[in-house]
């Protein structure tokens, strides 16, 4: 890492709200060009996340293997749960995924936008505008009421058959075809000769014993159709959760969210570790000013922190307007020079303070981790989520979409 000192960090300071844009605007598929120094992560003032798909492509290794080999589709809704809808599609399309989720329709315009081929399915709803435009661009559109029908009706426009995956309510109790009515449904879209059923799903609950009952009561929907003649495609029920702790759910093909990414659905699992995931991102800022406060002085709003004594703090520039949880402060802790650094005060929209006391050299410009490693140290993204007395899930989707992002492969830098 090159030396940083207070000159050259106020030289770069004009162009980070630059770079934050530039990046920003590319993961949300736009064109953009990188200036070097934000393609390096070498000179960002700005927080920044660092993406290892290098770690992405071992997850997925292990998910294969863990799953028997049956095809994976991903889950890569949220701006890929933070990391970067369209980077993150194209290089799972690389790895030969066999299908990507996305939860709006906007997400799977923008993917295939920017050249993705790959199969991808719309968990999430859709409108008598969009159907068209989801048959034209050969999107699989989740269906579970009547409005199968646009679908349809913009086939037979378009001369070209709908694909659809039939998504079926067997007690997670908010969108879907009710088990118990599920077959009269499968039936109504099977006899529209515009819609091919691509496949047939269900959401588990993640509890243990109503995942059973779900699973049995999804798998009577499906023999129900099978009996009648109709083919479903594939069936599919295991999310991250079900992937790890219910192989019965394994069905067809799997649906990894969270486990892609390198993070635990829950916190038994991550304690359990039945398969060795690796995180993909990580956040990080540098040091952009260090003081020694006196007896009695205070630091953030409400003089939230008042020193007792002398008192060696950092200022990093970084805040919840990032996405940095609020609710951490003063239990969160902080990687600076390979060492751990609590938490000070408040944490507000730009700024997070850390009490450094005992430190030697630390410095305008030092990097500093906020969930990473950095040396033989780590924190690591459910440690935060713990202080902050939130999900993983929330950490990794509350990244603030225009922060940089800098893709890694191994130590070559996209």
């Known amino acids: 890492m090159q030396n940083f000192d207070r000159r050259k960090f106020l030289k770069l300071a ?8 530039v ?11 990188r200036a070097d120094w934000v393609t390096s992560g070498e000179a ?23 799953a028997g080999n049956r095809p994976v589709m ?9 990391h970067g809808l369209v980077a993150i599609g194209k290089f799972l399309e690389k790895q030969k995924i066999d299908f990507l989720a996305v939860g709006k329709f906007h997400e799977a315009l923008q993917l295939r936008e920017s050249g993705v081929k790959t199969p991808i399915l719309n968990l999430g709803p859709f409108s008598q505008h969009e159907a068209e435009e989801i048959v034209r661009r050969n999107i699989s559109q ?6 199968f029908m646009l679908l349809a009706e913009a086939a037979r426009k378009l001369k070209r058959q709908a694909k659809a995956h039939l998504k079926i309510d067997t007690g997670l109790g908010r969108v879907g075809v009710p088990h118990g009515q599920a077959l009269a449904f499968v039936e109504k879209v099977a006899a529209s000769s515009e819609i091919q059923i691509e496949g047939i799903f269900t959401p588990l609950t993640e509890d243990d014993e109503f995942d059973r009952i779900q699973l049995e009561r999804f798998l009577e929907v499906c023999g129900a159709a099978k009996r009648r003649g109709i083919a479903t495609g594939l069936r599919h029920a295991a999310s991250s959760a079900g992937i790890l702790a219910f192989p019965q759910s394994h069905l067809d093909m799997v649906r990894p969210g969270i486990a892609i990414y390198g993070q635990y659905p829950s916190v038994r699992e991550y304690q359990a570790r039945q398969i060795d995931l690796r995180p993909v991102m990580s956040l990080k800022a540098r040091v952009m000013y260090v003081k020694t406060l006196r007896p009695g002085d ?16 950092a200022t990093l520039p970084l805040g919840y307007s990032d996405g940095y949880p609020a609710q951490a402060a003063g239990k969160a802790e902080i990687l600076v020079q390979g060492r751990r650094w609590p938490t000070i005060a408040l944490i507000t929209s730009n700024h997070t303070t850390i009490n450094v006391t005992g430190a030697e050299g630390i410095k305008i410009g030092d990097e500093a981790v906020i969930f990473g490693k950095q040396g033989g140290n780590e924190i690591n993204a459910e440690e935060l989520a713990a202080w902050a007395g939130v999900s993983v899930y929330k950490i990794l989707i509350g990244m603030n979409p225009l922060l940089p992002r ?3 492969e191994g130590e070559e830098i996209k």
């Not at 990046?23 to 060009?33: N, P, V």
């Not at 989740?142 to 409005?147: A, G, I, N, R």
């Open 14 to 21: 004009g162009a980070a709200s630059l770079g934050a844009a």
């Open 44 to 66: 960002a003032v700005d927080p920044w996340l660092e993406i290892d798909l290098k770690n992405m492509g071992w997850n997925l290794a292990q998910i294969r293997r863990h």
């Open 142 to 147: 989740s269906v579970y009421t009547d409005d």
């Open 298 to 313: 205070s630091v953030s709003y409400h003089r939230a922190f008042v020193a007792q004594q002398e008192t060696q703090v």
């Open 74 to 82: 991903a889950v890569i809704k949220a701006n890929a749960y933070g």
């Open 406 to 408: 800098v893709f890694r």
């Open 23 to 33: 990046a920003g605007s590319e993961s949300l598929g736009q064109t953009a060009s």
